[in-house]
């Protein structure tokens, strides 16, 4: 049952009311919504509903029809985010795991770890008790393989995901296991169910061979009641009549889970297959249907694994299959990150405590957030500043360690803005981003298109959407800062004449309606956006460069530059030229070459350039956002 509060409930009414429910023996969750606050009370309902009517602070009852409660997007409007160490499940970027079906030995599996490591998977399986169908195959190496995967930890840094099959293996998981998942053998082990309930550790729990999605919800609601909040749903193929494969993946879990639940859904695509050639395509579809990640089995050796060997993909396979993600990913809003865990380290231990991690221009749901989000993670501290030249100005001063800006877009090209900013100030670029930009219409609910009379949103955004705007030339287009405040402008005004242009996220975010999703002239709509701090970037891998200079007006003063790039075989992927302030048709170049120009090798590429232009600067080496390096 939810109770929605009086919007001018006090703070000493609302925890007396809290009180007074738990009193009665309900579990009791606080929603703070955008405009209102909800109560979510949870139990077997004894008292009449006018009761609860009656309670001080309350305004409205509304009685939850699903057998489910907690689990229930009804009780939690917002996606749940499950941290497991550095890794966030449910947010921006896509959580991949991998590794063996059982941990056979310490070698192979620490191999195992190493080649999905370096590939990007971010957290590793491994089954030590297996749930097998006969007695007589392996069963797993018990505690000895909880240690290899603690090993695991150790040298990798990714966390461990691991199946308990009895409620005796308790201890060993609190010690040695960082997602402690139910098989789907097990879905429905009450015991085992209220058992990692109390665990408190993140649960991944697997949806049961024969198990209705409502049947898979009520075994996540046994471990919500017990206290544990952090389940991340595993679907992984339901026995059907067809044969041919193991079992049938059911896709449309995906989306229908993804509306009835904020716990986050990743998809198992070996299991579901049981085929290793099955198993690329069906995770790439699974990523397309808007999973929070996959988890998926790899081997060295499959054939002789001693579990699950058809069905394993060869490293090789993997690494394909990452690269394959990293590219859909975005279409869907969401990133593969490779340096996901090295970024953690490395920006953990770079950050002064007392300095703000990283400032965008913006707001939150405007792009620029989003860009942070999915470069930067769900836990870095992060400010918001109106302008970009502030983002330039936090970064110099030191009052933060990065900024992140746009720098092109792929429909209306350069944002000049910041390329004369990076000339003005003496920055790095320290990575990049590409971040695919939907843009949809959005009003207050029940808004006609008729009614429409002023559009806000940033200006580079009316000329992404220029073909749908020409077919509305009665609108009046007012700029603003970003998409996010424009979408708090039509909010504030409250009347059904406005409407704003910005991301679907942004309407959720303020509880807008989208009218018309996706009005940017070309789906291919992509933003790039650079990282930008104090000092280059040190550590590898690296494999883009950026330089500004400029050269004297003679013939083939540019050609020279050009020149030393073929010459040494670099490949430059954009040249950008700006006008220089104050001496007029004279023009300051921008150019990225794909290579590392930090490295030892390379720096005589620097000295040559520079021998040939007038003005020369490196603004730093950083890895391509949109290719893989191992
Ligand atoms: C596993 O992940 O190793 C496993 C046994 O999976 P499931 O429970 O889905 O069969
Ligand atoms: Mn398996």
Request: charged content about 25%; hydrophobic content about 40%.
């Amino acid at each position: 049952m939810i109770l929605v509060l009086n919007k001018n409930v006090s703070v000493d009414q609302k925890e007396q009311l809290k009180k007074t429910l738990k009193n009665h023996g309900y579990i009791v969750k606080e929603i703070q919504g955008v405009d209102e606050t909800i109560i979510g009370v949870v139990g077997q309902i004894k008292e009449d509903m006018r009761y609860f009517e009656t309670l001080p602070g309350v305004s409205k009852v509304l009685p939850v029809s699903k057998p489910y409660k907690l689990v229930s997007r009804d009780l939690h409007p917002e996606p749940s985010k499950i941290r497991i160490g550095d890794v966030v499940i449910g947010g921006d970027r896509l959580v991949v795991i991998a590794g063996p079906c059982s941990v056979e030995n310490r070698a192979t599996t620490l191999e195992i770890a190493r080649r999905v490591k370096q590939s990007g998977a971010v957290l590793f399986r491994g089954g030590a008790f297996k749930p097998r169908t006969s007695p007589y195959s392996f069963q797993g190496l018990g505690e000895e393989g909880l240690k290899i995967l603690s090993e695991v930890r150790e040298e990798t840094g990714m966390g461990i995901v691991t199946e308990i099959t009895s409620p005796a293996q308790a201890d060993l998981m609190m010690k040695y296991v960082d997602v402690v998942q139910v098989g789907a053998r097990n879905m429905q082990n009450f015991e085992l169910l209220r058992c990692v309930g109390r665990l408190g550790k993140p649960v991944l729990l697997k949806r049961g061979l024969a198990a209705t999605i409502e049947e898979w919800l009520m075994a996540a609601e046994y471990i919500l009641s017990e206290g544990n909040d952090k389940v991340i749903l595993c679907e992984r193929g339901i026995r059907t009549f067809e044969r041919y494969t193991r079992n049938t993946l059911d896709l449309t879990a995906v989306p229908v889970i993804k509306k009835l639940t904020h716990l986050p859904v990743i998809v198992d695509p070996s299991h579901a297959t049981g085929i290793r050639d099955k198993v690329l395509p069906m995770a790439r579809a699974a990523v397309a249907a808007g999973a929070d990640g996959i988890m998926v089995e790899v081997h060295t050796e499959p054939e002789r694994a001693l579990s699950d060997g058809p069905q394993s993909l060869y490293p090789e396979q993997f690494e394909q299959l990452m690269r394959d993600l990293h590219v859909i990913a975005p279409v869907v809003g969401k990133q593969v990150d490779f340096d996901y865990l090295p970024k953690a380290k490395y920006f953990a231990a770079s950050t002064p405590s007392d300095a703000t991690l990283v400032v965008y221009a913006g707001v939150p749901g405007s792009f620029s957030y989003k860009a942070a989000l999915q470069y930067f993670g769900e836990s870095a501290p992060m400010e918001n500043v109106a302008t970009f030249r502030q983002v330039f100005e936090s970064v110099a001063t030191g009052k933060a360690r990065w900024g992140i800006i746009p720098l092109e877009n792929s429909l209306t090209g350069s944002i000049h803005t910041n390329y004369d900013l990076l000339m003005e100030y003496n920055l790095f670029i320290a990575g990049e981003l590409t971040l695919r930009v939907v843009h949809s219409l959005i009003g207050y609910e029940g808004t006609n298109i008729e009614d429409i009379k002023i559009v806000y949103s940033h200006p580079q955004v009316f000329e992404q959407c220029a073909e749908f705007l020409s077919q509305h030339p009665e609108w009046d287009l007012v700029a603003c800062k970003d998409t996010a405040t424009a979408v708090t402008r039509v909010q504030e005004r409250g009347d059904r004449s406005r409407a704003a242009i910005a991301s679907a996220e942004a309407a959720r975010l303020f509880g807008m309606t989208t009218i018309k999703e996706g009005i940017e002239t070309h789906p291919q709509n992509f933003t790039r956006f650079v990282v930008i701090t104090k000092e280059p970037l040190q550590n590898g891998p690296k494999d883009k460069s950026s330089i500004i200079f400029s050269v004297s007006d003679r013939p083939g003063a540019l050609y020279e530059v050009l020149k030393v790039l073929a010459e040494n075989q670099i490949n430059m992927v954009k040249l950008e030229s700006r006008p220089i302030h104050g001496k007029p048709w004279e023009y300051m170049f921008y150019a990225d070459l794909e290579v590392d120009l930090d490295r030892e090798d390379m720096k005589h590429i620097m000295k040559e350039i520079s021998e040939r232009t007038e003005f020369f600067r490196y603004i730093g080496s950083y890895r391509q956002g949109s290719r893989v390096v191992s």
